[in-house]
C-alpha cells in the first residue's frame, strides 16, 4: 500500500503562483512514476504533468511552459510549481504514483486550485 498526502492548494489571482506538493509513504518501489491530474466540475480527470524517479518529464500541452514538475526521491515527494496561473486551470489536482513493480496507481485526496478576480 501507498498514502499519499497532497497539499498547497487555494484562491489565487489570475497571473499569480502556487506550488503544490504530495508526500508518499508506505511500500514505494524505486522504480515509479509520480504526477498530478485534475478535474474541473463537469469534467473528466486529465493528465497535467508526470515525472519518473529518474527525472524524465511530461506535460500537458495546455501547462507547459507554465508549469514544472520536480521530485525529490530521498523524501519521496513530488512538487508542481504552477505560474502565469489562469481561469481555466480551475480544478481539484490529484496526486498520484504508480509503479511497474506493484501494477497499481494510488491516489492523494485532492486539492483544489481556485484561479478568479
Known amino acids: 500500500q501507498v498514502q499519499l498526502v497532497d497539499s498547497g492548494g487555494g484562491l489565487v489571482q489570475p497571473g499569480g503562483s502556487l506550488r503544490l506538493s504530495c508526500a508518499a509513504s508506505?511500500?514505494?518501489?524505486?522504480?515509479?512514476?509520480m504526477g498530478w491530474y485534475r478535474q474541473a466540475p463537469g469534467k473528466q480527470r486529465d493528465l497535467v504533468a508526470s515525472?519518473?524517479?529518474?527525472?524524465?518529464?511530461n506535460y500537458a500541452d495546455s501547462v507547459k511552459g507554465r508549469f514544472t514538475i520536480s521530485r525529490d526521491n530521498t523524501k519521496n515527494t513530488v512538487y508542481l510549481q504552477m505560474n502565469s496561473l489562469k481561469p481555466e486551470d480551475t480544478a481539484v489536482y490529484y496526486c498520484y504514483y504508480s509503479s511497474p513493480n506493484s501494477g497499481q496507481t494510488y491516489w492523494g485526496q485532492g486539492t483544489q486550485v481556485t484561479v478568479s478576480s
Open positions: 515525472i519518473t524517479n529518474g527525472g524524465r518529464t
Open positions: 508506505g511500500s514505494i518501489f524505486s522504480i515509479n512514476l
